[in-house]
């Protein structure tokens, strides 16, 4: 059995979590993010400075679609993540910081479901209206769902004009 270091973290309402390892740090959103000039359909939040080197800031609720269920609240937190292998790093916009754990890897459900591809698998804990399932996503694909998902938008937008 291979135990990974997750941190948890919220978008909004829901429990996401990025193996440690590729967290990099985390920051208010208003610290040094600089608005774009170009739309990207919204899901580009804007760029900061990390470590002398512009980068790009998504906008995760819309990526995810959970903007829609609660409101269009600005997330408090930037969290500055990057891929392994890769010298990149990317900026997440996420709510709170809910901890770091250690997990199974047995403990993770897997989905056969389209529409978590750019995940891991599933945390299941607890019962009833204590129950929380926490999303382990998997980066790498998280950025090509990400790629995939702003080229829409942007599709969808120069259409709308």
């Known amino acids: 059995m291979a135990r990974v270091k997750i941190l948890t973290f919220l978008v909004k309402d829901r429990h996401f979590a990025l193996p440690s390892g590729n967290i990099k740090e985390i920051t208010e ?3 040094n993010l600089k608005k774009i000039f170009y739309d990207r359909g919204g899901a ?3 760029l900061m400075s990390y470590e002398g080197d512009m980068i790009s800031v998504l906008n995760t609720p819309l990526l995810l679609e959970i903007d829609k269920e609660a ?5 408090p937190l930037v969290l500055v993540s990057k891929e392994f292998g890769s010298d990149r790093p990317i900026g997440l916009l996420i709510t709170s910081i809910v901890g770091m754990e250690i997990i199974e890897d047995t403990s993770l459900k ?3 479901d389209e529409a ?3 995940t891991h698998g599933f945390i ?3 019962k ?6 926490v999303t382990l ?3 790498s694909k998280f950025l090509e769902y990400s790629s995939a998902k702003i080229s829409k938008l942007e599709g969808s937008a120069h259409s709308a004009s």
């Open 44 to 46: 580009l939040k804007g």
């Open 29 to 31: 959103s208003g610290r």
């Open 116 to 118: 978590a591809s750019y």
């Open 110 to 112: 897997h989905s056969h």
């Open 128 to 133: 009833g209206d204590k129950q929380r399932v």
């Open 71 to 75: 409101g269009a609240a600005t997330e």
């Open 137 to 139: 996503l998997d980066l």
């Open 124 to 126: 299941k804990e607890g």
